[in-house]
C-alpha cells in the first residue's frame, strides 16, 4: 500500500510466526543479532560519510 521497498529479516521459521508453535533456536537468534549490528552499522558509516561529503567545500 505504501509502495515502500522493505527488507524482512529474523530468526526462525517463517512458517510459524504467530502460531501456537512458533519458536527460535538462541542461536539463531544470536547470529541475527550479529547480521543486523554489521548491516546497520555499515549504513550508519554511510550516511556518516555522505553527510561528511555535503558538508566539504
Request: glycine content about 8%.
Amino acid at each position: 500500500a505504501w509502495r515502500c521497498p522493505i527488507v524482512a529479516y529474523g530468526p526462525g521459521d517463517a512458517a510459524l510466526d504467530h502460531t501456537p508453535d512458533e519458536h527460535i533456536v538462541l542461536e539463531e537468534y544470536l547470529r541475527a543479532i550479529r547480521v543486523l549490528e554489521m548491516a546497520l552499522g555499515e549504513e550508519v558509516n554511510k550516511g556518516t560519510k555522505d553527510i561528511q561529503s555535503s558538508r566539504a567545500f
